[in-house]
């Protein structure tokens, strides 16, 4: 390890030597060794020597230190001393050292650049690309990147690496380097008071080291540091982690204070940190405490509006304090900001928007929501949404219940939807720039490959519908497809839409989506419950769908129930659950571990839990609320037919009556091979429904001694079969 590089992985540099007393210390520590490594290094190219620091400084404060010295910043005003230099840096002669770093040169007079020793710059061919440019008067020190040697500007508030240089024969001074004006703390009037034996209240006053002084404000930064237990969040959620420390997000007024922040975010392990800034809806930023919006500081370029979804302000930490706007759901550090002895109040939870949705749109208890038939590309999604009303987008997706009123919308659409999600910088983010709290992607996903090789890469996605009704899949967003906008519940709306009722025979029925349903709230056992329905020509509701488990869940919690009866029976003489309408279990929604069969009671029954749309074995002599369903005028549905058809001829296929055909394979493998074996086949995994089926293959493989892989597996808390059918038959050992 280099020298250098050996002091900094200590914590130090290279030893800088003031005196002829500080001299002979260091020759006594050193004395078992013939040579030393110091920080003061002879330049042959130069004829000066050069001190250099890599733990970084503003240019000021490094001048000073130079300074301190008896040298100064390195300077090159001549062509050829120009030249040296560049070859003695891009040829790395001291190892690594930081880009870029200080050198002394600077604007004076708004006009030119000028070196510390009075010199006037003049090697013009050493501007990088678009240099000179001092933003408006903010970039007036100069900066040189290692690398290439070329020089741009800077401001002089950014800490950087730099290099000192001292002049042949000239004698080092004693003076102590400087140092930057230490951080002062807050003192702080807290609402914690006492009472002294005379009945008076006091106040205590106390050291915060968690926030910092300038001028009249304190201030608090906030990076990512697992030991403190501080963590990127978005600017939402970093607004209301500041009001809980007594701030807000940072409004900044000055170019003094944007760069008394930017001195303050080096060591916060981000990027980029949230200040308070926020785009209005009808123009212009605001910040968030109300102050005016009297100062800007963008990055060039800035603010951009990438497709219309960076509402949000942050600030480099290292990018010379500029401002960026952003998406307001990336995780940032974050800058909070408040008055001196004073504090702001705590954030309240925000309250659900009042009004209802139009009779159209599906109401969530917060949102709403609109499915669109027609098929467009993404950019035409957004455009559409967004002009329904000034909180339209394209839908974002927060719950399992907004899911579910989706899902259960999907069972009258045909194709594939648009959501509001898109893939930036690897990250998915949603467009209304609400924080990603939720995600229902199907198997597989999300990916970033074309399904083509001619189509662009995923970064838009879609909701399925059909079997998969609900699932995600990232898509390229130049696809066509139908999509859902959101909006806000209308205020001027105050009575919520009610759903058309079915027929005149079931007048007292309400009909969603495929079927016709009527919620009792009294208790009753699950045959009582059934007898009852039956009595109206309907059952227990029966679910064969994912979409239909969505709209089961639906209906049960909007009736305000906490749990209701379900048709699914567990018939212990064939291990199976069945519906009571005669359906077998084609999908099932178990909740964690179940189903549970107790062995003291056979006799149960499935219940719908709303917190989570679950569902759960209970004994069928518990009393419960139910929904009967009557299902497009038919009482008992036919079961699907058994397919037409023949088994492959070559393969070792075998036909065992049913649906389906069966091949056994003898290979020893994982069960992830295994299934992978049967995708590559076209098929599955076997799953089992019936004990027929299950004896069936019992004795196909009776000639096989060792145990054989099913498709059945443990899925989250709850087991289920690998080809998405319903687990409604047990046979555990």
């Excluded at 045909?414 to 990603?436: A, P």
């Excluded at 091979?673 to 019936?690: M, Y």
């Amino acid at each position: 390890m280099a020298a250098r590089e050996h002091c900094k992985a200590q914590g130090g540099q290279l030893a800088v030597i003031d005196d002829q007393l500080e001299a002979e210390h260091l020759g006594s520590l050193a004395q078992n060794t013939e040579l030393a490594w110091f920080g003061l290094s002879w330049s042959n190219d130069t004829n000066t020597f050069q001190w250099t620091f890599i733990e970084p400084l503003s240019w000021e404060i490094a001048e000073s230190m130079c300074q301190s010295f008896g040298a100064h910043l390195l300077v090159l005003n001549d062509v050829q001393e120009d030249y040296e230099m560049r070859w003695f840096m891009t040829r790395r002669r001291w190892g690594y050292f930081p880009e870029p770093f200080w050198v002394g040169l600077k604007m004076v007079n708004n006009t030119d650049y000028e070196w510390l020793d009075g010199s006037t710059f003049t090697i013009t061919e050493d501007w990088a690309s678009e240099e000179p440019d001092t933003h408006n008067g903010r970039e007036l020190c100069v900066q040189v990147t290692s690398r290439n040697f070329l020089f741009s500007t800077a401001v002089c508030a950014q800490p950087r690496a730099f290099i000192c240089e001292a002049a042949e024969g000239m004698p080092l001074t004693t003076l102590p380097p400087p140092t930057p004006t230490p951080d002062v703390y807050c003192f702080d009037v807290y609402n914690n008071t006492s009472t002294t034996e005379d009945n008076t209240n006091t106040t205590s006053t106390t050291q915060d080291n968690t926030w910092l002084l300038y001028q009249d404000f304190c201030y608090k930064f906030v990076g990512i540091d697992s030991v403190r237990g501080e963590k990127a969040l978005g600017w939402w959620e970093s607004h209301v982690k500041c009001r809980e420390d007594g701030g807000e997000l940072a409004s900044i007024h000055s170019l003094e204070e944007n760069y008394w922040i930017m001195s303050k975010l080096t060591n916060l392990n981000v990027e980029l940190v949230w200040i308070g800034g926020k785009a209005l809806e009808d123009s212009g930023y605001s910040w968030l405490d109300e102050t005016p919006f009297d100062f800007v500081n963008w990055r060039q370029g800035e603010p951009n509006n990438i497709f219309d979804q960076e509402d949000c302000i942050s600030m480099y930490a290292g990018n010379q304090g500029y401002w960026n706007d952003q998406n307001c759901a990336v995780p940032e550090g974050h800058v909070c900001k408040r008055p001196y002895q004073d504090f702001y109040p705590k954030h309240q939870p925000t309250v659900a928007p009042k009004g209802y949705c139009p009779s159209d749109w599906i109401y969530t208890g917060t949102k709403c929501f609109k499915i669109f038939q027609e098929s467009v590309d993404i950019e035409t999604a957004i455009g559409a949404c967004k002009n329904i009303s000034s909180s339209g987008n394209v839908a974002s997706i927060h719950s399992n219940i907004e899911q579910a009123y989706l899902t259960s919308a999907m069972s009258t659409v045909r194709t594939s939807v648009w959501i509001g999600l898109q893939q930036q910088n690897y990250r998915y983010y949603w467009m209304d720039q609400t924080t990603m709290t939720y995600t229902n992607w199907a198997v597989g996903e999300p990916n970033l490959r074309p399904q083509r090789r001619w189509r662009s890469r995923e970064l838009c996605v879609e909701m399925l519908p059909y079997h998969e009704a609900g699932r995600w899949n990232s898509l390229g967003c130049d696809e066509m497809r139908s999509y859902v906008c959101q909006q806000h519940p209308d205020p001027s709306i105050t009575i919520p839409s009610t759903r058309s009722l079915c027929d005149a025979s079931l007048d007292h029925y309400i009909s969603y989506q495929d079927g016709c349903y009527r919620v009792v709230n009294g208790a009753s056992t699950w045959e009582d419950a059934e007898a009852e329905c039956q009595l109206e020509g309907s059952h227990l509701i029966s679910i064969k769908s994912i979409s239909e488990a969505a709209t089961a869940w639906v209906v049960v919690k909007e009736s305000g129930l906490q749990e209701a009866w379900l048709g699914l029976r567990y018939h212990q003489d064939k291990n199976v659950f069945k519906w009571s309408n005669g359906w077998p279990g084609l999908y099932t929604q178990w909740g964690a571990w179940e189903p549970h069969t107790n062995t003291s009671n056979y006799n149960l029954c499935t219940k719908l839990n709303t917190t989570d749309g679950l569902w759960y074995t209970e004994s069928c002599e518990q009393e419960k609320a139910f929904v009967c369903k009557y299902e497009n005028g038919t009482i008992v549905p036919t079961p699907d037919t058994p397919m037409e058809g023949l088994c492959p001829d070559e393969g070792n296929w075998y036909d065992f009556g049913g649906s389906h055909c069966y091949r056994i394979f003898t290979d020893e493998m994982p069960w992830k091979d295994a299934n992978l074996r049967c995708l590559r086949e076209n098929a599955d995994l076997v799953s089992i429904h019936t004990q027929e089926e299950n004896v069936l293959l019992h004795r196909a493989v009776h000639f096989i001694k060792d145990t054989l892989w099913i498709g059945l597996l443990q899925k989250r808390d709850n087991y289920g079969w690998s080809d998405g059918s319903g687990f409604d038959f047990l046979a555990w050992a």
